[in-house]
């Protein structure tokens, strides 16, 4: 099992194999974990390379060095997260925060707010009790995330209209509409 | 265990093993995969095609000409192991835009028939550079063929051969194709018959647009020959 400490010496090893300047992106339980939002258990970090020339094929050796090398599981940056990232909103980058800064490597964290966001496209039962929390969490911008939710019904992204419905029921469950 | 994307080498001797059993690829033998029947070939093949789309042309050709050497229950075997188990349905949905035999419809059916398909929906494409204006692009002009099977993706990935055969793709449903309209108009104020074609991929034909276009509540023209300009009434 993945905690804060164990990521963190991850990203370390990483940074002393990488081979030039990478960015990573970290979303999904992995993220609340780093911002101290819930202490979740995870075996692997939602994430993904991103302005950067290393991609997904140049970052799997040094990825699996790494799980080698601390016995992580060989998939301990779990790239799938890149298929749930069309309905982030365009300004995502403006609420970013550094995690880990090393001689080559930062790796960046989405906002809670924009984590809801892909939670309620996602519509899992198993995140329910997360987003719910994550709504109730002060950091979370919920006009913001309903404005979103409006411009991505407008663009005809799919599933927008199921997460506003989704959203809508969740505020009205904790009473905050 | 086998880790996704595939190393140059795998991703060689992968195609290598492909074009052995008849695919239109070629490859080099980097001795992986030695000894892996055909069908656990095509389940590696599968899911490493969300991260190289032009593995997904090949794929949908070798299927459409040599299903009659796979062993269907051996295949579905495998590809259940995937984590991307509905790669076959969107393969499935390609190959019937090229050909719908009788036998390779009972197939497919053993292949896909319950096969679990995720409810929300996902990018198909896994290895591209993450751009987040292009990846919603993707999202909105999604084809039917990957959105069927719970994808997002827009692109046709069929090989040029296959594309030859003066054969129009049906790519959109009619509510899918008013949606890429409204995003023509809203971005651009006015457009051409051309433009909209172009945008929805010449899946139909120039009248069957043309009817798309004057069905767009609000619409008005200028001009009655081929340069007629579109737009809203304000």
Known sequence: MLNKKIIKQ???????????????????????????????????????????????DELKPYREKVAKKLGLPHDWINEHFYQFTFCLPEDYGKRLKVFFKGKKLICYVLHPTDIVIMKLFAHRAKDESHVKYLIKNDSTDLEYIDEHLEECIDKNLPKAKEAQNYFHDLLRALGKI | ??????????????????????????????????????????????????????????????????????KPFLLRNY???????????????????????????????????????DDEYKLFNVGQAFNLKNIQKEATSSLMQYKKWGFLCSEIPLLKENLIAEKRLHLYSKEERMNILKELLSSYGEISLQEYLKAIKNSVTRQHARLDILSYKGIKHKGTTKGSIYSIKR
């Open chain 2, 1 to 70: 265990m086998i880790t996704y994307p595939l190393s140059l080498a795998e991703l060689s001797s992968l195609y290598f093993q492909l074009q052995q059993n008849g695919a239109f690829c070629r490859g080099e033998n980097k001795k992986h995969f030695d000894n892996l029947s055909l069908e656990e070939v095509l389940a590696i093949a599968l899911e490493e095609s969300r991260w190289d789309f032009r593995l997904l042309g090949i794929l949908i050709d070798f299927f459409q000409k040599n299903f009659i050497h796979i």
């Open chain 1, 10 to 56: 991850a990203f370390l090893e990483l940074d002393k194999l990488l081979p030039e300047k990478t960015n990573i992106l970290i979303g999904g339980g992995a993220a609340l974990l780093i911002l101290d939002i819930m202490p979740i258990a995870t075996m692997d970090i939602d994430a993904i390379p991103f302005k950067s020339v290393i991609g997904s």
């Open chain 2, 79 to 117: 590809i259940q192991k995937n984590k991307s188990p509905e790669v076959i349905g969107v393969i499935q949905e390609w190959v019937y835009t090229l050909n719908t035999s009788p036998d390779l419809k009972d197939f497919f059916t053993l292949l896909t028939k319950d096969l679990k398909r």
